[in-house]
T-cell receptor, first 109, second 112 residues
Framework: EDQVTQSPEALRLQEGESSSLNCSYT??????LFWYRQDPGKGPEFLFT???AGEEKEKERLKATLTKKESFLHITAPKPEDSATYLC??????????FGAGTTVTVRA | EPEVTQTPSHQVTQMGQEVILRCVPI?????FYWYRQILGQKVEFLVS????????KSEIFDDQFSVERPDGSNFTLKIRSTKLEDSAMYFC??????????FGPGTRLTVL
């Protein structure tokens, strides 16, 4: 069974204080690793897909990296609007997504 | 930019009643999904749908659940006899050609 573990559960940052979120996974036949942003009461918003170890993707203040066992989401110089829950999910051969529990990031001005 | 839409945004129902949740996937996508998220818990896969049939379903997706694509644009999830534990956010997603799944805003289902 696919397993996805995210840490930490919650992260409180000062504006401008860079940090990283971790997603470790166990999956048979990884097709892709996905990062989503979720605001309270809303649907997951697609951020990145990573397909192979060593791959990196960037979008504004966010950068995602992938190894064979884990992925990191780096937040550089965060702003209050980056406050959200960040979800990691893995996709195996059947295309369904298996999600982690998420990391809730709060950025204080 | 194309997006997945869902209606209603909030549905309140009595236990034992039938509900239908509706989704309009992105128009050129071929794979469709339903997920649910109980308050404070992980997003969980329910069912995937391709070529007018279910391609995979989870243990949660029992005989009380069904999905349908009644026309060229809508994708529906029906719960025949709702239970208290069905209260959750239900998300529809559609998948593009690189495996990327795009989610709708969700329907909050409250079963009383």
């Amino acid at each position: 069974e696919d397993q996805v573990t995210q840490s930490p559960e919650a992260l409180r940052l000062q504006e401008g204080e860079s940090s990283s979120l971790n997603c470790s996974y166990t999956v048979s036949g990884l097709r892709g690793l996905f990062w989503y942003r979720q605001d309270p009461g809303k649907g997951p918003e697609f951020l990145f897909t990573l397909y192979s170890a060593g791959e990196e993707k960037e979008k504004e203040r966010l950068k995602a990296t992938l190894t064979k066992k884990e992925s990191f989401l780096h937040i550089t110089a965060p702003k209050p609007e980056d406050s959200a829950t960040y979800l990691c999910a893995v996709q195996a051969g059947d295309y369904k997504l298996s999600f982690g529990a998420g990391t809730t990031v709060t950025v204080r001005a | 930019e194309p997006e997945v839409t869902q209606t209603p945004s909030h549905q309140v129902t009595q236990m034992g009643q039938e509900v239908i949740l509706r989704c309009v996937p992105i128009s050129n996508h071929l794979y469709f999904y339903w997920y649910r998220q109980i308050l404070g818990q992980k997003v969980e896969f329910l069912v995937s749908f391709y070529n007018n049939e279910i391609s995979e379903k989870s243990e949660i997706f029992d005989d009380q659940f069904s999905v349908e694509r009644p026309d060229g644009s809508n994708f529906t999830l029906k719960i025949r006899s709702t239970k208290l534990e069905d209260s959750a956010m239900y998300f529809c997603a559609s998948m593009g050609d690189r495996g990327q799944q795009f989610f709708g805003p969700g329907t909050r289902l409250t079963v009383l």
